[in-house]
């Protein structure tokens, strides 16, 4: 194992993905005063090497205090497994009295935490208390701790500002629009996987599928009796500074008899749905690529983010089929 003068950080922060922003709170409040190893913000410290290696390290021999974000399947997915594995080798070595444990979620601690060990409650002490207590521990474990001053607020406040505009550049990037592309390349998968699942419920409620393009770049439409959901894809500029990279329109077209003989395809060879042709025009969700907590690609619209381009299909997909169960059981 390494000594405590070896170790690059003095805290490591473990967390799942749904508490990113809990431990973004702690790492504002902790990064002017130590040296934190918290993976959405040291991504230039791992590029390219073997994550399970790099984090197995960082929690077994390289930091002084593990703050572990612990709920139920903390230590099952992702890089959480191999930050468990070296927590117990160097618990088994050393005692885990390195570790901070925040329980989330009413989980109960893992059954080889030593009892006597006190978790720290996040709902009674806050990112304030929290960070008190680790800064406290640090120094128990020898580290030096950069006094709080006016400067160390500003290095806060500069920490959290280029968040943002790290979030905000890549809406706008090259890189962003490759992502999109590459998104739309999957779409096909994705809409017949969903259309499967749809049929396997309910072979009656039927869905048509075409592709084609908009003005505004590729697209494809998933359509029943009832409704339509449009998505288009384009790297182009739209509204002000921003890359408009997935747009989805949705069609409620009004009764089932108004519907059959004005259904749209691409290309403008029809008309599209309108209130006088048998369809109305819903609603239009605009989604941005963007970067989530932990700076991997993901679509945003508003303040929600989502994981891939998966979650936006299969969403339209089910408000349609939706909508044609809902007619099918009442017509009325």
């Not at 962003?176 to 390349?185: I, M, N, P, T, V």
């Not at 999957?186 to 908009?214: C, N, P, Y």
């Amino acid at each position: 194992m390494s000594s405590d003068t070896e170790r690059p950080w003095d805290v490591a922060i473990s967390l799942l993905s749904q508490d990113v922003a809990l431990a973004t709170e702690l790492y504002e409040l902790l990064a002017p005063r130590l040296d934190v190893f918290f993976y959405p913000e040291c991504q230039d410290d791992i590029v390219g090497t073997d994550g399970e290696k790099t984090f197995g390290d960082v929690f077994r021999d390289k930091c002084r205090v593990a703050v572990v974000f612990y709920r139920e399947g903390w230590g099952g997915t992702g890089m959480t497994r191999a930050e468990e594995s070296a927590i117990k080798q160097r618990g088994f070595a050393e005692s885990y009295e390195f570790c901070v444990w925040v329980p989330l979620g009413g989980v109960r601690p893992p059954s080889y935490v030593p009892p006597q060990l006190i978790w720290a409650d996040w709902e009674t002490l806050g990112a304030k208390g929290l960070a008190s207590a680790v800064i406290a521990r640090v120094q128990e474990a020898g580290a030096r701790v950069r006094p709080e001053t006016p400067l160390t607020e500003i290095a806060r406040l500069r920490t959290k500002r280029e968040t943002v505009q790290r979030r905000s550049s890549y809406e706008v990037s090259e890189e962003a629009a490759d992502w999109s592309r590459a998104e739309f390349d999957r779409v096909a998968e994705l809409v017949d996987g969903v259309l499967a699942e749809v049929r396997d419920v309910d072979s009656a409620v039927h869905l048509s599928v075409e592709t084609g393009h908009r003005p505004f770049g590729p697209a494809f439409i998933v359509q029943g009796p009832r409704n339509r959901v449009e998505f288009v894809f384009t790297a182009e500029k739209a509204g002000s500074n921003r890359h408009l990279l997935v747009r989805r329109v949705t069609y409620r077209p009004p009764p089932l008899r108004g519907v059959a003989s004005s259904a749209a395809d691409f290309g403008g060879r029809r008309r599209r749905p309108t209130a006088a042709t048998g369809g109305e025009h819903a609603s239009t969700t605009e989604y941005h690529a963007s970067l989530d907590s932990f700076g991997a690609p993901a679509w945003s619209a508003g303040d929600r983010r989502y994981k891939g381009t998966s979650e936006i299909v299969r969403d339209g997909i089910l408000d349609v089929a939706q909508a044609i169960a809902k007619y099918l059981a009442d017509p009325n």
